[in-house]
């Protein structure tokens, strides 16, 4: 049985395309974005990895830091932080307000669950319109240990009082839902354009090519 829905942020819920002008004109390429959002994954599971907790935000300004030079671009202090700063006022997919609406109609409990600290994850979810839908936030900071550790997972079943084998964790990353998985949780799996699951391990019981698809299983199968 499944009594609580967590929802990760970043490209699950939230469309990160539009940063591409911005990567465009400091980098020469919107497509450096994917590389920047790679990097900055890599900077945090290495942190995680080597026991040197290193929180969201510092990452995706180091990693920004490394593409540049990278590609042999100057930035700025001011620029990265600008680029940075552009994540806590990012648009939802387009189906994202509408299909949280309905699983608002169940009697699931809902939460945001990210990796991103606890006021920029606030800040996106408000400037996006969607922080109504949402029963509680919590940011894997709160730990200190972030996503696919099983502390954040099992923070979500320890805030609604519930077993975590209560809880599914929806997230259009493939490390994600395999974290979840491991902590116990169920999961679903958004598999957004160029998102896929790994062939190896565990595989989520939910997967929808968006997040329509995905509530809709949801609601046939816990709700």
């Avoid at 969201?56 to 830091?65: C, G, N, P, V």
């Avoid at 509680?136 to 730990?143: L, R």
Wanted: with cysteine; hydrophobic share 50%; proline share 4%.
């Amino acid at each position: 049985m499944t009594r609580v829905v967590a929802f990760d942020v970043n490209e699950t819920l939230l469309d990160l395309r539009a940063l591409d002008a911005a990567f465009e004109e400091l980098l020469g390429s919107a497509e450096l974005r994917g590389p920047w959002f790679a990097q900055m994954l890599q900077l945090s599971f290495v942190g995680g990895l080597t026991g040197e907790y290193v929180d969201f935000s510092t990452a995706q300004h180091a990693a920004l830091s490394m593409l540049a030079e990278r590609h042999g671009r100057g930035l700025t202090s001011d620029d990265v932080t600008g680029i940075v700063n552009r994540m806590s006022s990012l648009p939802t997919h387009p189906e994202v307000a509408g299909a949280l609406r309905r699983l608002r109609s169940t009697s699931l409990a809902v939460v945001a669950l990210t990796n991103s600290p606890a006021t920029v994850a606030e800040a996106q979810l408000v400037n996006s319109g969607i922080r109504d839908h949402f029963d509680g936030v919590i940011s894997a900071d709160s730990v200190k240990r972030l996503k696919p550790a099983r502390e954040p997972y099992l923070a979500v079943a320890k805030a609604f009082d519930v077993d975590i084998a209560e809880v599914r964790l929806v997230a259009a990353h493939w490390w994600d839902t395999a974290g979840a998985l491991a902590a116990g949780c169920k999961a679903a799996f958004v598999a957004r354009p160029g998102m896929v699951l790994s062939p190896i391990g565990p595989r989520p019981d939910i997967v929808g090519a968006d997040l329509d698809a995905v509530v809709d299983q949801i609601m046939a199968l816990d709700a």
